[in-house]
């Protein structure tokens, strides 16, 4: 018997880092994702085979089902990562696993690893649906962060997301914007530690209060903006706020200070994707400056809510 699963990628567009203090962050689905297959064996294991999005096998493994023990692995460092989550699941579902004979997973992305779409919540989503467990408490449990990404995962359309009562609230939104095609996603080749970007968040000081007010405020405006001029400015606005408070220079005065359009970092700042506003002659721009993954706003973002 076979089962398959697939996660949406994620992208937040405002309210990083302030999301985990209760702010409202603006936050998309994408086009690309991952899906998990699993079939049932009599191989008395648990084997695992990961695939990027070119069909090539980057990581492979295999697990004794008693305790979840590694009897072999390609990166040690994922497999642990990994045992962590089953064992974590079989917390949540004892259950779980409890009467295999034998298990064989395949994962497969539809983006590259680097892009950093959500190889971790769109694994751990499919995973909470395999093990019919809370993907928010598989999450929060293994790994922390706002969650969400988990949300993106589970929804079809752009959502505000809050972080409330230990809890999450998601609402979704009609984010279609009218300027759409002025919006473009430019990968900056640079992966960030979201871990080690909180905690330099953490030490920071600075009025929570204020600051989760400001966010969620820009927040509403840039669901509503009315113009790519007025979502310009909130993208600004928001680099500005984030920029005081994080004590570091936005990404257009470090590496786009002659850039005529709006910039906005995504996520942890200085890695993955930004946002960038601008005109036909963006992708150009960004090429000439070395950066070649340029995906416009239409070929990233889920906006049908109804698959």
Request: charged share 15%; with cysteine.
């Amino acid at each position: 018997m076979q089962k398959e699963f697939y996660s949406n990628g994620k992208l937040l567009l405002s309210g990083e880092y302030a999301i985990l203090d209760g702010a409202l962050g603006l936050a998309v689905p994408t086009k690309y994702g991952q899906s998990l297959k699993v079939s049932e064996s009599d191989s008395g294991t648990l084997q695992w085979t990961s695939f990027d999005e070119n069909g090539k096998i980057w990581f492979q493994a295999e697990f004794g089902l008693k305790g979840i023990k590694m009897i072999k692995a390609s990166d040690e460092k994922v497999s642990q990562t990994l045992i962590g989550l089953l064992l974590e699941a079989q917390s949540q579902n004892p259950d779980f696993l409890s009467k295999s004979n034998g298990v064989a997973i395949e994962t497969h992305l539809t983006f590259p690893r680097p892009w950093g779409l959500g190889t971790s919540s769109t694994l751990i989503n499919n995973m909470a649906q395999w093990a019919k467990v809370d993907a928010y408490h598989l999450l929060w449990n293994a790994f922390g962060g706002s969650g969400y990404d988990i949300a993106c995962a589970q929804h079809n359309s752009p959502i505000i997301y809050q972080v409330q009562n230990g809890g999450s609230k998601v609402n979704e939104v009609g984010f279609d914007p009218s300027f759409k095609e002025s919006l473009y996603f430019v990968h900056l080749n640079q992966k960030q530690s979201s871990k080690e970007a909180i905690a330099a968040y953490r030490k920071q000081r600075f009025n929570k209060q204020d600051l989760v007010q400001a966010i969620s405020s820009l927040t509403e405006k840039m669901v509503n903006a009315a113009s790519l001029g007025e979502f310009q400015s909130l993208m600004e606005e928001h680099e500005a706020i984030m920029s005081n408070v994080l004590q570091i220079p936005t990404v257009k005065s470090q590496l786009f200070p002659d850039y005529p359009g709006a910039i906005k970092s995504l996520g942890a700042w200085g890695g993955d994707f930004i946002l960038a506003a601008g005109n036909g002659q963006t992708l150009n721009y960004f090429v000439n400056k070395g950066f070649h993954t340029v995906v416009p706003f239409s070929k990233m973002v889920l906006l049908n809510t109804n698959t």
